[in-house]
């Protein structure tokens, strides 16, 4: 049975904070799925406001402890950039070792 959790947007673009949640251990398989769905409820703005979140990634959370250095990011830049004003669509899902897994394909 899926944990309750709570999403709160850190960003108006992009990023989520979770509440309830321990994310240190696996969870089950229904609150895996809840919690991926409720993040791909934001997959996908369109390019402007998408443009706006990336070009200011470095102020969310956590970022710079993540991704010290931009270049971690440059995939993430090229499908933004390619993908122009289509909107994303999660199109795979899965499970590897206890952690959630996804892509999103643009167009």
Do not use: I, N, Y
């Not at 979770?18 to 696996?26: N, Y």
């Not at 809840?34 to 959370?61: H, K, N, V």
């Not at 950039?81 to 795979?92: I, L, P, S, T």
């Not at 499970?95 to 996804?102: I, K, L, T, W």
């Amino acid at each position: 049975m899926p944990q309750g959790f709570e999403l709160k947007k850190v960003t108006p673009h992009c990023g989520a904070e979770v509440e309830g949640l321990d994310l240190s251990q696996p969870l089950d398989a229904g609150t895996a799925g809840a919690l991926q769905s409720a993040l791909a409820e934001g997959w996908a703005p369109r390019e402007a406001e998408r443009e706006a979140a990336l070009r200011d990634w470095a102020s969310a959370p956590g970022a710079r402890g993540s991704h010290p250095r931009e270049e971690h990011l440059v995939p993430v830049f090229v499908a933004a950039g390619a993908a122009g004003d289509d909107e994303g669509a999660e199109v795979f899902r899965d499970q590897v070792m206890g952690a959630v897994v996804s892509g999103v394909r643009f167009g």
